[in-house]
C-alpha cells in the first residue's frame, strides 16, 4: 500500500510538473506576441506620425460599388488643409461630387482615373478643385497604383497646392507685362503649362523642350576644343570640364 501510495504521488508530481512547463511555455509566447504587438503599434503610429506631418497632400483611395465608389483608408493632416474636408466628410459626400466645379471637369477626372487605373499614372497633373469653402484651388497630382497582399487594388496619391505659386507667377509676370523671362526655367515651363501653350501634348512638349536644350548645351561643349586651337585660348578648357 506504501509503495502503491508513492507512486500515485510521483505520478501527480509529474504531471504538475508537465503543467507547470506548459503554462511557462504559454506564458512566453504570450509575452513574445505581446512585444511583436507593440512594436507593430509603435511602427504603425511612426508611419501614420510620417504620413501626417508631410508637406504634400498624401492619401489613399480604392473603388467601392456604391455611392460614392471611391472610399479613402488614408488622408493625412494636408489633405483637410488642401481640400477642406476630413477622411469621414469626403467618404460621405465623394471625392468627385465635391472637388470638381462642374459635371464637365468631374466627367475628365473619371476618364483620367481610368486609365491611370491602366497603368498611364498621373505625374503632377494639375487640376482645378473647390474647396469646402467654395474657394478654388490649383493642384498637382500624382498617383501610383499599389496592389495589397489580398490582391486587392489601392491608389496612392500625392496632392500639392499650386495656387499662391501661381498667384505669385501671375502678379510678377503682370509687373513684367506679360513677359515670362524674368521667371526661372522651370516655372516658365509651368506657366506655359498653366496658359496652354505647349500644345495638346504638354509632356511631351516639355520632353522634348528639355532634349532640345541637352542638344545645344552638348554641341557648345564640342565646340570648346576647335575654338580653344583657334583661338590658342586655354582657359577655354576649363569651361568644357
Request: proline residues 2%; charged residues 30%.
Amino acid at each position: 500500500m506504501a509503495q502503491q501510495g508513492s507512486s500515485r504521488a510521483e505520478l501527480l508530481a509529474a504531471e504538475l510538473e508537465s503543467a507547470r512547463l506548459r503554462v511557462g511555455e504559454l506564458e512566453t509566447r504570450l509575452a513574445h506576441q505581446q512585444l511583436l504587438q507593440r512594436e507593430l503599434e509603435a511602427n504603425h503610429r511612426f508611419r501614420q506620425a510620417v504620413i501626417d506631418q508631410a508637406v504634400e497632400g498624401v492619401c489613399i483611395c480604392h473603388d467601392v460599388p456604391t455611392y460614392p465608389f471611391v472610399q479613402f483608408t488614408v488622408w493625412n493632416r494636408r489633405m483637410t488643409e488642401i481640400t477642406g474636408y476630413g477622411v469621414e466628410e469626403i467618404n460621405c459626400l465623394g471625392w468627385y461630387q465635391t472637388l470638381y466645379p462642374d459635371q464637365e471637369t468631374r466627367e475628365r477626372a473619371r476618364e483620367r482615373m481610368e486609365r491611370m487605373r491602366n497603368g498611364a499614372d498621373l505625374q503632377s497633373e494639375r487640376w482645378e478643385i473647390r474647396r469646402a469653402d467654395g474657394a478654388r484651388r490649383a493642384i498637382a497630382i500624382s498617383t501610383s497604383v499599389l496592389t495589397a497582399t489580398d490582391g486587392s487594388v489601392h491608389v496612392l496619391g500625392l496632392m500639392k497646392d499650386l495656387t499662391e505659386e501661381e498667384e505669385l507667377e501671375r502678379e510678377l509676370l503682370k509687373q513684367n507685362g506679360g513677359d515670362s523671362s524674368g521667371l526661372p526655367l522651370d516655372r516658365k515651363k509651368e506657366f506655359g503649362a498653366i496658359a496652354n501653350t505647349l500644345g495638346a501634348n504638354p509632356a511631351e512638349a516639355l520632353i522634348r523642350g528639355t532634349g532640345d536644350w541637352v542638344l545645344r548645351f552638348l554641341c557648345l561643349t564640342l565646340a570648346i576644343t576647335p575654338l580653344r586651337e583657334w583661338t590658342g585660348w586655354s582657359a577655354l578648357a576649363r569651361l568644357r570640364r
